[in-house]
Structures are given as structure tokens and as C-alpha cells.
């Protein structure tokens, strides 16, 4: 069930890619994170699920498609200037690689975690994370206003 | 090294390449502007999914923290550069990146 | 509760800065600010002067009775990043209380400022790879605000530019921190130098690539002359002053001397670069006309001896790097504040259409010859001792042809800026630029300073070093053992 799940990521993540109409490509994409939401929840994450399909198929998808009713959807001949037989090449050495190291590949040591809930984690365990989170946040509100906004002193 | 760690094995580490294959695929082989910012989204998909899968029966806590805190990171990465597309837009009416290279690195 | 001052305090401040300007719009952001920065620079001058020496401090805070766990690190290297990144900030803040006359958006500017100024003191006080990470996305994401305050359509076009090579960058650093989470299970600094790793060879490479585009080492340097040759000169005074150090250089010298120990694979592979970006930076400043384009490229060209002498490892070498970073910082913030002087004089920095400024603008073109010999390496500057030390160390390591290059590109670094400091500050005067004056006064304060600065850490650099530098340096050299050892400060 895992393996149709993924399978749906990939297929749709590559339509986004190679679609003309930008409006198709972004709503693919969205489809892509909520099959990707789902998978998550198959793997007992429940919170990365949610907020992988609240947040990226919700927030990000409607910036996305608020761009491209400002800025017009058409899209222009796009004859690639790497050919995708290059990147399949690269592909292909790294399964190799991958697979040629798996029999020798040394089990390094893994913790388990010791906390109890993920509201612990979150604000116990990674709490420096959340003021990282916060200036992040800052800095993004201030880039909006400097790019899109006038100045508030004029000129 | 990857392999024995994630949950259920080769596949999750087969999909997550094949994301980040096709994420930089999308970046240096799209002239549009918006189409970037979708192979920068790509990229962060891939990465999340071997977050998750590497830390799948013992660490998914942490591991969850983590993939929180990337998403809420793309969100402003993404509001940042479409707000870029948007004022590129209004000022020279196109959003092919060909039309910008003017400045040769 | 010392060290949370030189994050939460500009966090807190660029919050309140919308607020503030309801009362006024043009004396107070400027004061508190730069109040903002001069109180940092005081805070890492008198932790410097509680420093017992040697060791690294965890430093945990307790809010209100419950342990609310946030880890801060400092030791050596650390203690001289905080101290550089308050020095530009200030310098910068003094710098832009006269430029940002023509910008407009007082509040903006330096709500952004302090919140590049916090992310960066996030990324040195970080003890958690994944946090220094999320510091730098937001330290990143100030530049494109910096860079996206131009006013032309080439501003814009350097944003996008610098804002996809700039993600691309974080999304190899995050690939390798991914990787290094799924091996071991944790993203604690401590916790994984205690685990030995022997090969995970990709992690490394995907660690120099992504600190490698961060910092504009060459092949990765492409989005930095095309993001400071439009952007206000503000930018790539903060960006190459401050933020390639500490997101490139800084964080790259955690992850391979403290985290995984230096391999040689490693050590070679950041000799190769160094060197290339020495040469390639050097060779491609010469055509260029437009003086901060020029600058970018010689960024490029010093960041590469920077990298050079941490790759070799050696005492010595190491000693180089830091005293390198920290004089490059200085110099290069003076050439971009200078740069900046000429456009906000004349309207434009390109050196085909001005000439003979020096008589107009004394102060500037004097500040300017400092910052140029200091770049060279002109005995007795600042730059001449720390290149010296890194054309030593590689002639200690028997690396000639290294060294014969290091000297050789030091000369171009002297050829082609004292040729564009001919074109634009000496020869005759233009018509069309008879009524310049020399700029405003807290322009002039700054690059003074600056310059001043420059002349003292040359003059006296000997216990400059004992002082300052040689302690960093240990902390490299002890290598993994030194995350493994710390003191934990409570409260």
C-alpha cells in the first residue's frame, strides 16, 4: 500500500514538472503533498501528515496560484537546456552506488528517543528551534514588506 | 549507509532520489520563473520523506519536529521569492529568466 | 540569561520597530538601532573580558522555574565571531543613518538588519546542527529583504537570482544534516562527536557543496557579483562582512573540525577549491568597470584564502584562517562603505564615468587607499600579517606551488584595485560631477573608524592574536574532542 502511495507522489511531482499550463502543474503538485500527507500518516507521523497537507497543499498552493493569476499563466516554449537523458544517467549511477554499498554498509549507532508526548519534543526537547522559527517568520514578514510594499516614509 | 536505517528499506531511498532528481532537474531546465520555485518545493518534499522514513520506529518524534519546522522554513522561502516574481512581473512585464541575463554571473 | 541577550535583544527590538515609527519616523529607529548594536559590541567585549581562556561553555537557560532547555555554546571561535558580527553591524548601522536618505524605509532597513544581526548570532551560538541551520535560512532570508531594497529592475533580478543558488545551498546543507539524522538518530553537535563515523563519504560532499554555495567558493560564486553589483551598498557590506563567514566559513569549520574530524579527503578537497577560488576570483576582477562588481570578486578571491588555510590543517594554518576572516572582514566592509560613499556622492559607481573625486572627497579616498593596501597585504596593514602567516603555513607544509600562487595573486589583488582607486579618486575632474562634497558626517564616522581600525590591528597585531585568535584556534585544533568536553552553566 506504501509502495501506490509513493508511486503517487512521484507521478504527480514529475506531471508538475513537465505540464505546460502552470495552473495544472501547481494543482499536481497539491495532489503530490496530499498523497505525500497520507504516507506520512502510514509511517505514525501524524503531525508532520497534517501539517504537511494543511500547510504546504493548502498555504503554499494558494500563494502559488495567487502568483500566477497576477503575473498571467501562460508559459513559453521551454526547450531544455539540459537534456533529461543527463539526469537519468546521474540516476542511474547512483542506484548503482546504492546498491553496490548496501551489503557493506556499517549500522551506526541510533537512539531511541526518550520523550514521552510530541508536545514535549516540540517545546522541551527543540525549544531554541521555536525562536529560530520565530525569526524565520520575522524575516519573511519583513522581506514581503520591503519587496512589495511601498515605503512607509515615502520616497 | 542510508539503506539500513529507513523503514521498509530501498523504497522510501529510491523515491527520495527520484524527488531530488527531479527537483534539480526542474530548476536548471525550466526557463519560468515560478517553475524554479516548484523544483525548490520538489526538493523540500524529497527531503521531509527521508526525514520521516530515516526516523521511522524509533525517532518519528524528533523527526516530526524536524519536518515541522522545514515546512514552516519553505513557507517563508516561497512567500519570499514569489513575492520576487510578482515585482519582477510589474517591472519588465515577463517572467521568462531568460529576460534577465543581463548580469552574467 | 547573558548569552540569550545577543539573540533576543535585536529579535525583540526589530518586532517593536513598526510600533516605534508611529511615534517618529526618523531620529528613533536610528538611535535605538545603533544603540541595539553598540550594546552588543559591549556584551562580547566584556563576556571577552570574563573569558577564562580555554573551554566551551554550555549555557542553559531556566525561565521561571522550568527548564526550558535552550543550549547556548560559546568558546573561542565563537566568542570571535560575536565579536566580529557586532563590529560590522555597528559600523554598518553608523554607516546607514546618512545612506538611507535615498533608500526611504528607514524601519524596514533596520528591522531587517536586526534580524540578519540575530539569526547570525543564532548561527554562532547554536549547539544543535539542525537549529544553526534554521538560523541560517533566516539569516538568508534578510539578505534577499537587503538585496530586494534596490530600486532598478537589476536589483530584482539579482535577488531571484541570489535567492535560488542561495536555496539550492540550503537544501544540500539540510540533505547532508538529513542524512547524518538518519545514521545516528540525533542533531546534537556533542552527541554525534561522540560517535566515530568512518565513511559516509556523501554527507561530506554534500556538506561542502551546500557551505561551498553559501560562501562563493568557486564553482559555486555565481549569484555573488550579480546580487552586490545593484543592490544598495549595504548589502554586500553586511552579506560579505558578515553573513559568507559566518553561514559559509564559520559553520563549515563546526561541521568538519568539530563535528567529524578533518579527513584528507576533506582537507585536499578545500585546498583544490581555495585555490581555484583565489585565481578565478583575481583573474575576473581584472576587466571589471564597475566597483562593486570588482569588490564581489575579489570577496571571492580572499574567501578563498580563507578556506585555503583551514584546509591545511596545521596550527599555523589555522591561525592564518582566523586572523584572515577577521581582517577581511574589516578591509572589505571599508572598500563596500566606500563604494557606497561614491554612489551616494555622484549617483553611480561605475569608474568609466567618474574620475578625480579625490579632491572633493578626501576623507573617502583616503579611507579608500587604507582599505585597498590592507586588501593587498601592504606591510605595516592588517592584510600583510594574516597572508604572510597563510603563505607560511603553506610553505610549512611543502605545498610551493601554493604558496607561489597565494603571493602571485596577492599582487593582481594590488594591481587591479589601486587601478580602479586611479580611475575614480585620481586624474581630472568630470563637468558633470563639479558639485559633489565629501558625504555626510556619520558616513565619514564610520569609514574612519573603519580605517583606523584597520591601522591599529596592523601596527599591533601581536597581542591581537595572542588574545583573540590563539584561543579559537585551539578550539579547532583540539577538533572533535573539543565538542566533547563543556562546562555546563546553568541560568
Same mark, same amino acid.
Given at each position: 500500500m506504501n509502495a501506490l502511495l509513493l508511486a503517487g507522489v512521484l507521478i504527480f511531482a514529475g506531471l508538475a514538472v513537465f505540464l505546460r499550463d502552470l495552473l495544472k502543474a501547481v494543482i499536481c503538485l497539491l495532489i503530490s503533498s496530499v498523497f505525500l500527507g497520507i504516507v506520512f500518516f502510514r509511517l505514525n507521523a501524524p503531525f508532520a501528515g497534517v501539517f504537511e497537507i494543511s500547510v504546504v497543499a493548502g498555504l503554499i498552493m494558494v500563494l502559488f496560484i495567487l502568483t500566477i493569476s497576477l503575473t498571467g499563466a501562460e508559459d513559453t516554449v521551454s526547450e531544455p537546456k539540459i537534456h533529461i537523458a543527463f539526469f537519468a544517467v546521474l540516476f542511474l549511477i547512483f542506484s548503482c552506488v546504492v546498491l553496490y554499498r548496501l551489503p557493506a554498509a556499517e549500522k551506526l549507532v541510533v537512539k531511541p528517543d526518550h520523550y514521552n508526548s510530541f508536545g514535549e519534543v516540540l517545546w522541551i526537547g527543540r525549544a531554541f528551534d521555536m525562536i529560530g522559527q520565530i525569526s524565520v517568520i520575522f524575516a519573511g514578514v519583513f522581506v514581503l514588506l520591503a519587496v512589495v510594499g511601498r515605503g512607509r516614509n515615502g520616497k | 549507509m542510508v539503506n539500513n536505517s529507513l523503514a521498509g528499506g530501498l523504497i @522510501?531511498?529510491?523515491?527520495?532520489?527520484?524527488?531530488?532528481?527531479?527537483?534539480? @532537474?526542474?530548476?536548471f531546465a525550466r526557463r519560468n520563473m515560478i517553475r524554479i520555485l516548484i523544483g525548490l518545493e520538489i526538493i523540500s518534499k524529497g527531503i521531509a520523506l527521508l526525514i520521516i522514513s530515516g526516523g521511522y520506529p524509533d525517532n518519528i518524534l524528533v523527526a516530526q519536529a524536524l519536518v515541522i519546522t522545514i515546512i514552516v522554513i519553505e513557507v517563508c522561502v516561497m512567500a519570499a521569492g514569489l513575492s520576487l516574481v510578482i515585482k519582477a512581473y510589474k517591472q519588465s512585464d515577463s517572467i521568462d529568466i531568460r529576460t534577465f541575463s543581463k548580469l552574467k554571473g | 540569561m547573558f548569552l540569550f541577550v545577543f539573540i533576543g535583544l535585536p529579535l525583540v527590538l526589530a518586532g517593536f520597530m513598526p510600533v516605534i515609527t508611529r511615534i517618529s519616523k526618523r531620529i528613533l529607529p536610528d538611535i535605538l538601532g545603533n544603540l541595539c548594536f553598540f550594546l552588543l559590541l559591549v556584551a562580547s567585549l566584556s563576556i571577552f573580558h570574563l573569558w577564562p581562556g580555554a573551554g566551551r561553555f554550555y549555557h542553559t537557560l531556566v525561565w521561571f522555574d522550568s527548564n526550558l532547555n535552550i543550549p547556548l555554546v560559546l568558546d573561542g571561535f565563537s566568542l570571535l565571531m560575536i565579536f566580529i558580527s557586532s563590529f560590522v553591524a555597528l559600523s554598518v548601522g553608523l554607516f546607514s543613518i546618512n545612506y538611507l536618505d535615498r533608500y526611504g524605509s528607514r524601519t524596514l532597513f533596520y528591522s531587517i538588519m536586526l534580524v540578519l544581526v540575530a539569526s547570525i548570532n543564532g548561527i554562532i551560538l547554536a549547539a544543535d546542527l539542525f537549529t544553526m541551520y534554521i538560523f541560517i535560512e533566516a539569516a538568508g532570508i534578510s539578505s534577499y529583504g537587503l538585496v530586494a531594497l534596490g530600486k532598478n529592475r537589476y536589483s530584482t533580478e539579482g535577488a531571484f537570482k541570489y535567492l535560488v543558488l542561495s536555496a539550492i545551498g540550503s537544501s544540500f546543507i539540510l540533505l547532508g544534516i538529513a542524512l547524518v539524522f538518519v545514521n545516528t538518530g540525533t542533531t546534537s553537535i556533542k552527541e554525534i562527536a561522540s560517535v566515530t563515523f568512518s565513511s559516509t563519504k556523501l554527507g561530506v560532499i554534500l556538506f561542502l557543496v551546500g557551505f561551498g554555495l553559501k560562501c562563493a567558493l568557486v564553482p559555486f560564486h555565481f549569484w555573488m557579483p550579480d546580487a552586490y553589483a545593484f543592490a544598495p551598498a549595504v548589502l554586500p557590506a553586511m552579506s560579505s562582512g558578515i553573513f559568507v563567514k559566518v553561514?559559509?566559513?564559520?559553520?563549515?569549520?563546526?561541521?568538519?573540525?568539530?563535528?567529524?574530524?578533518?579527513?584528507?579527503?576533506?582537507?585536499?578537497?578545500?585546498?583544490?577549491?581555495?585555490?581555484?577560488?583565489?585565481?578565478?576570483?583575481a583573474f575576473l576582477a581584472l576587466g571589471q568597470t564597475q566597483l562593486r562588481r570588482m569588490l564581489a570578486f575579489s570577496s571571492i578571491s580572499q574567501i578563498g584564502y580563507v578556506i585555503v588555510a583551514f584546509g591545511?590543517?596545521?596550527?599555523?594554518?589555522?591561525?592564518g584562517g582566523l586572523l584572515h576572516l577577521f581582517y577581511h572582514s574589516i578591509f572589505k566592509v571599508l572598500l563596500f562603505l566606500n563604494a557606497g560613499a561614491v554612489e551616494y556622492a555622484t549617483g553611480t559607481d561605475e569608474s568609466k564615468s567618474l574620475g578625480g573625486l579625490g579632491g572633493k572627497m578626501p576623507f573617502t579616498s583616503g579611507t579608500n587607499i587604507i582599505g585597498i593596501l590592507s586588501a593587498a597585504g601592504v606591510p605595516p596593514l592588517n592584510g600583510f600579517w594574516s597572508k604572510l602567516i597563510i603563505v607560511i603555513a603553506l610553505v610549512q607544509a611543502k605545498m610551493f606551488l601554493y604558496a607561489f600562487i597565494a603571493v602571485f595573486a596577492s599582487v593582481l589583488t594590488l594591481w587591479y584595485l589601486l587601478l580602479i582607486q586611479r580611475r575614480i579618486f585620481f586624474g581630472k575632474l568630470k563637468e558633470t560631477l563639479a558639485h559633489v562634497n565629501e558625504v555626510p558626517f556619520w558616513m565619514t564616522l564610520s569609514m574612519v573608524g573603519l580605517a583606523l581600525f584597520c591601522v591599529w590591528t596592523g601596527v599591533a597585531?601581536?597581542?591581537?592574536?595572542?588574545?583573540?585568535i590563539l584561543p579559537a584556534a585551539q578550539v579547532l585544533i583540539d577538533g572533535v574532542r573539543a565538542s566533547l568536553n563543556a562546562f555546563i552553566i546553568g541560568g
Open positions: - | @522510501y531511498a529510491y523515491s527520495f532520489a527520484v524527488l531530488i532528481f527531479i527537483g534539480f @532537474y526542474c530548476i | 553561514a559559509g566559513v564559520y559553520s563549515l569549520c563546526r561541521v568538519f573540525f568539530n563535528v567529524f574530524g578533518l579527513s584528507f579527503a576533506v582537507s585536499s578537497a578545500m585546498i583544490y577549491l581555495g585555490i581555484i577560488s583565489i585565481l578565478a576570483g591545511i590543517g596545521t596550527p599555523l594554518g589555522i591561525i597585531f601581536a597581542p591581537f592574536i595572542s588574545r583573540w
